[in-house]
């Protein structure tokens, strides 16, 4: 008797998990290829992460589409967790790139924002009361950016312009009633505000507006930097608000860096600094601050005359980058060797706070206080910038530390909006897969030009004497050879 055979039944799978499976090897593509045009991963980690993913991948394939429940149930919980932890990865990735996309595109225009003063107590109320009268200017070089302003006012009424050269003339235009009113940057009355004692008592602000200027980024000087030294320019001016606003630098930091031997120079220069405005054709100098009144380019070219070097790249921070920084970064440390306390006034309430000697450890507007305060200083700006030097370090070992990935996510949205640079998504990159690869210990050092004190005429402010920090020469010598012997340094053997 022929026995039956039993006809062979052929596994079939339901399309969940098929579709799983698919699912999986999609979104692992997918997730290499972020990581792979980041540009931030070695390619010996990236090619390990390949092999990492198709072993998972192929693993769970085995067992989701395995015989037996119990392999399914394992696959499929698995597999779903992997793909959780990737389109998480994912998310940072793309966040990454679009923080780095922000930060190296977003320099190419200045933002000046302009207010329209007035005497208090005065006949003007509302702009229209302006109509046909005569505005006073100052003309301090940057023209493009007055222009610009002046058309705007034309759409909103007819005005006639005086215009002066100095700052304080413009003052006593409408002190004197020469003029209705005063067209001015904010930087420029920052200046007014602080030279005359009478000024914030005297006038009131009609009407404010913000153009944005664009401009031609031909600062970049590329180098390879990760074989060759670079310096990077710090500008931190002195404002609140939107990174691209003109305003005085009151930070003033070259930052050179050997990525041979892993070395880290900080020069400082005071804000008060006598120098040169580049390209200004005057037979007065300026405050180093001053020069960020007409852009982050104008600062980079005067320290490049200043201290005779190329100066490669820069990264443009605000008051808001500061507090926003340190706060996302849980705090930083400093170690003082005298106490002092931070007192003043912002924003029509007074600052207080004391620093002790010893270590204190700062919050964001603690630290704010510490780089921001000069007066109660026995060495003023002298002992300010070693202040903003200690906040820099103590940032620059909290992003250089392993306990950053748990922030990263987080310091990147505070960040965005927060600076800007034109260091390039590029050399960030080749940074960060460098640091990754070698894991190197970086020596930092500091070093501050100084001077002495004195009074002279400005380019900004040509009739009345101002506070200058006249160049000590061989201070601005000694910060030359610092930089020219870093970057002649080879690795010891």
Known sequence: MQMEKKPVKHRRHKPFFRGLVFFLFVVSCFSLGLIYFLDMVPIVYFILLVLLFLFIDFLMMYFILGRGWKKRFFGTIFSIVFLIVMIVLDGYVIKTMDFLHKITNNGNYNTENYSVLVLKNGSYEKMKDLKEGMIGVATLGDEEGLIEAKKHLSKKINVNYKEEEDLSSLYQLLVSREVAALLVEESEKNILEEEFTDFKGNVEVLYTFSIDIEIQDDLVKHVDITNAPFNIFISGIDSYGKITSVSRSDVNMVVSVNPVTHKVLFTSIPRDYYVSLHG??????????????????????????LLGIDINYYAKVNFTSLVSLVDELGGVDVELDKPFRAYYEEDGKMVNYSFKKGINHLDGKKALAFVRERKSLPLGDRTRVLHQQMVMEGILHKILSKTIITKYADLLGTLEGKFVTNFGTQNIGKLVKKQIKENPNWEIQSYVLTGSDGKEYTYSYKRVKSYVMLPNEDSVNEAKNLIQNLFKEVPST
């Open 280 to 305: 200004i054709n005057s037979p007065y100098k300026d405050k180093l601050t001053h020069a960020g009144m007409h852009g982050v380019n104008m600062s980079v070219k005067t320290v490049e005359d």
